[in-house]
């Protein structure tokens, strides 16, 4: 399969790639990993005039700790998430989540914030940053927006980015002390989109649930933010019948489809028990984390 | 547009169009037909590359975004002196059926070894797991890998051995 035709420019300077965005506006796409976009420009679903590369823009690749966040700049890969030893001490729902991404070869080129700009309803990284609470960075030639995860992604494969716009960073809270999360995903083999999955967060204050983020993957028109779970949790203690009341409200929010997966029924019971599940590992995580 | 990058050790280029991928310009431009082209979307692992040392499917790569990286395809693994040690694995435990999977599943193996002198099979199968063999032929592919780690500790054994005689017979 071959693409449409495309004119390609790989700037060497953020300054650089956001000057063609705001010269060629909507009939630009910009590309980091190019593990979503690749796909649909040969399917053809995609017909840039412009695909702008920002891969070789130096400096974005960083993951870094910045005052009580992990900084994940825009060319950081799936696998350099995996590795990341820093990760794997402040944030490790992220490397979780990570190994669950797509297949090793995949994970070498795609990206964090390349997937969360793409925001397909099935994509992992999406619930994880509801569940953590992030936020987007995006810059533009006018200057700087930050937007919450949850306002960012607007329905399938649409964001709050505006064409003129590239996502530098995501930035997401890790606090102190108590903290614990899961990534749960069912997936019918290794690279196959979710059935459904379910990222959850959250952070103890004595034995009781201080804030709790819960993410749902592949069930909906976009990664689904569980409200009515995450406020039920709020404050509540870390038991047995509070884990499976916040399953029963998660499993509510679920808007899936029957599809060659599984029924929808089955994929709202996939979440409710998975929430469940989640909440109380990510319980135990946090206890161990403060001790 | 024009692009130059290492290829098994030579400085290879070509005048391509943006929206050519990396498998067919090695096919097509630079007849190396060793990197196969299996689904087409990123799902099988037979269009396996190594850039920059990194396994990577190349159905998913534009070749303009290989531009002055380093590339090792299935042919850059045998040397002079012979088969590489992941190659002498799949011989000698049998590692294919069909083949066509082959080169994906020996590059895969490959960088493993790179970073992982004695994986277990656990780990062999993470590697290999963006890698499909529709012989189903996945046991011996996993044994041909860790035969593979034998022979790459053996060989150094000997090279080391060789350096300590002729340093100590200066």
């Known amino acids: 399969m071959y693409p449409a035709a495309f004119d390609y420019r790989a700037p060497t300077t953020l300054e650089e790639a956001l000057a063609l965005l705001a010269q060629h506006g909507e009939s630009a796409k910009v590309m980091a990993g190019g593990q979503s976009l690749i796909p649909l420009l040969k399917l053809r679903f995609s017909r840039p005039e412009l695909v702008v590369d920002i891969g070789r823009i130096a400096g974005l690749d960083s993951i870094k700790r910045d005052d009580g966040h992990v900084v994940i700049g825009a060319l950081a890969r799936h696998a350099d998430i995996e590795r990341s030893k820093e990760l794997a001490a402040s944030a490790p729902l992220l490397p979780e989540a990570a190994h669950w991404i797509a297949d090793p070869l995949v994970r070498n080129r795609g990206t964090l914030v390349g997937s969360v700009c793409h925001a397909d309803p099935a994509g992992d990284w999406g619930s994880v940053v509801l569940a953590m609470k992030a936020d987007v960075v995006a810059r533009s030639g006018s200057g700087q927006r930050v937007i919450h995860a949850a306002d960012f992604l607007k329905g399938p494969f649409e964001t709050a980015l505006k064409p003129d716009e590239v996502v530098t960073e995501v930035r997401i809270p890790v606090g102190k002390g108590r903290g614990g999360g899961a990534y749960l995903k069912l997936e019918r083999k290794v690279g196959d989109f979710a059935t459904a999955a379910v990222a959850v967060h959250l952070h103890l204050q004595g034995d009781r649930i201080e804030i709790a983020g819960i993410g749902l993957t592949a069930v909906g028109p976009k990664n689904i933010q569980a409200v009515e779970a995450e406020r039920f949790l709020h404050g509540k203690q870390a038991t047995d019948e509070v884990f499976a009341e916040a399953g029963r409200l998660a499993a509510a929010a679920a808007e899936p489809n029957d599809d060659i997966r599984g029924s929808a029924a089955y994929k709202k019971d996939v979440v409710r028990v998975f929430v469940q599940r989640g909440l109380k590992t990510a319980v135990q995580r946090a206890k161990e984390a403060g001790a | ?170």
Request: hydrophobic share 35%; charged share 20%; proline share 3%.
């Open chain 2, 1 to 170: 547009m024009k692009v130059t990058m290492k290829v098994n050790g030579t400085e290879r280029g070509g005048d391509v169009e943006p929206r050519v991928l990396l498998v067919d310009f090695l096919r097509s431009n630079l007849r190396l037909t060793g990197t196969h082209i299996g689904c087409d979307t990123s799902s099988c692992g037979a269009c396996t590359v190594l850039i920059d040392g990194e396994p990577v499917k190349s159905c998913t790569q534009l070749a303009v975004q290989a531009d002055g990286r380093s590339l090792t395809t299935v042919e850059g693994l045998a040397t002079a002196a012979g088969l590489s040690p992941v190659q002498t694995g799949f011989h000698q435990e049998h590692g294919l059926q069909c083949g066509f999977c082959t080169p994906g599943m020996m590059l895969v193996g490959t960088a493993l070894l790179e970073h992982n002198l004695d994986p277990s099979d656990e780990e062999i199968r993470w590697a290999i797991s963006g890698n499909i063999c529709r012989c189903t032929g996945y046991m011996n592919i996993v044994k041909a890998i860790k035969h593979a780690a034998t022979l790459r500790e053996q060989s150094e054994v000997v090279q080391r051995e060789k350096a300590g005689a002729a340093s100590g017979g200066e």
